[in-house]
């Protein structure tokens, strides 16, 4: 599988264009809608065949370019079934599996950060969205977020692949581009080196953050595939 990672300075959202090298079938995660108009000419430029796009989760901070992008290619829009999305093609759960050619994309629920978090898994990468970070995790205080579940989702699911396993996040506002598995583990201080499920949930209380400038326009669109 190939990989392109791709950056909204806007937002500071990593999007993911992947496609078999083989069959020329495309998905891209988390599509940015200011950023439509670079996918469409990367897809087009790279002779691609956009099948999918996926969804980490139901997005807080930007908009969505999903339905511009179906509208365009005929790509289906892919977002786990908590999400409440009133347009998704496909509605994923634990453990599906998405085909691109011969190869597959392994769906996992990674819970917490809101109830429609998936992280998606394919030979040897795994894409996070904002379950789990570069030396961070996901905030916790939107109307579905858990900690004790993310602190589940990252410990019991993420935490159990191969330390080599590359991780490519949701975003980054330090212009980190990936980790490991291993590396997180042993070095992340929201919830690496051993730090308990109590005391990941006590930190998570304590922590204030300003809402993202785009909540109230981004969440109502996003369940409308950026409409």
Request: aromatic share 8%; with cysteine; glycine share 8%.
């Given at each position: 599988?190939?990989?392109?990672?791709?950056?909204?300075?806007?937002s500071?959202t990593?999007?993911?264009?992947?496609w078999?090298p083989a069959?020329?079938?495309?998905?891209?995660?988390?599509?940015?809608?200011?950023?439509?108009?670079?996918?469409?000419?990367?897809v087009?430029?790279l002779?691609l065949?956009?099948?999918?796009?996926?969804e980490t989760?139901v997005h807080?901070?930007?908009?969505?370019g999903?339905?511009?992008?179906?509208?365009?290619?005929?790509?289906?829009?892919?977002?786990?079934e908590?999400?409440?999305?009133k347009?998704?093609?496909?509605?994923?759960?634990?453990g599906d599996?998405?085909?691109?050619g011969?190869?597959?994309i392994?769906?996992?629920?990674?819970?917490?950060?809101?109830?429609s978090?998936?992280s998606?898994l394919?030979?040897?990468?795994?894409f996070?969205?904002?379950a789990?970070?570069?030396?961070?995790?996901?905030?916790t205080?939107y109307?579905s977020s858990?900690?004790g579940?993310?602190?589940?989702s990252?410990t019991?699911?993420l935490?159990?692949?191969?330390?080599?396993?590359i991780i490519?996040?949701?975003?980054?506002?330090e212009?980190?581009?990936?980790?490991?598995?291993?590396?997180?583990k042993?070095h992340?201080?929201?919830?690496?080196?051993?730090?308990?499920?109590?005391?990941?949930?006590?930190?998570?209380?304590?922590?204030?953050t300003?809402p993202p400038?785009?909540i109230h326009?981004?969440l109502p669109?996003n369940?409308?595939?950026g409409f």
């Amino acid at each position: 599988m190939d990989v392109l990672q791709l950056f909204d300075p806007g937002s500071s959202t990593y999007s993911y264009l992947l496609w078999n090298p083989a069959s020329r079938e495309a998905v891209l995660i988390d599509p940015v809608q200011d950023q439509v108009t670079r996918d469409l000419q990367l897809v087009r430029k790279l002779g691609l065949n956009l099948r999918y796009t996926l969804e980490t989760h139901v997005h807080a901070d930007h908009i969505t370019g999903s339905g511009l992008l179906r509208r365009a290619l005929n790509s289906l829009v892919l977002v786990h079934e908590n999400s409440r999305s009133k347009c998704a093609d496909i509605l994923l759960k634990d453990g599906d599996q998405i085909p691109i050619g011969a190869m597959k994309i392994r769906v996992l629920h990674t819970p917490g950060h809101t109830d429609s978090d998936v992280s998606y898994l394919t030979a040897g990468i795994v894409f996070t969205g904002n379950a789990l970070l570069i030396r961070d995790c996901g905030r916790t205080d939107y109307r579905s977020s858990d900690a004790g579940r993310l602190y589940d989702s990252i410990t019991q699911r993420l935490f159990s692949l191969p330390d080599d396993t590359i991780i490519y996040p949701g975003y980054d506002y330090e212009g980190r581009t990936f980790s490991t598995v291993g590396d997180e583990k042993a070095h992340n201080p929201r919830v690496g080196n051993g730090i308990s499920r109590e005391r990941f949930i006590s930190i998570s209380r304590s922590l204030r953050t300003e809402p993202p400038p785009r909540i109230h326009e981004a969440l109502p669109s996003n369940v409308r595939c950026g409409f």
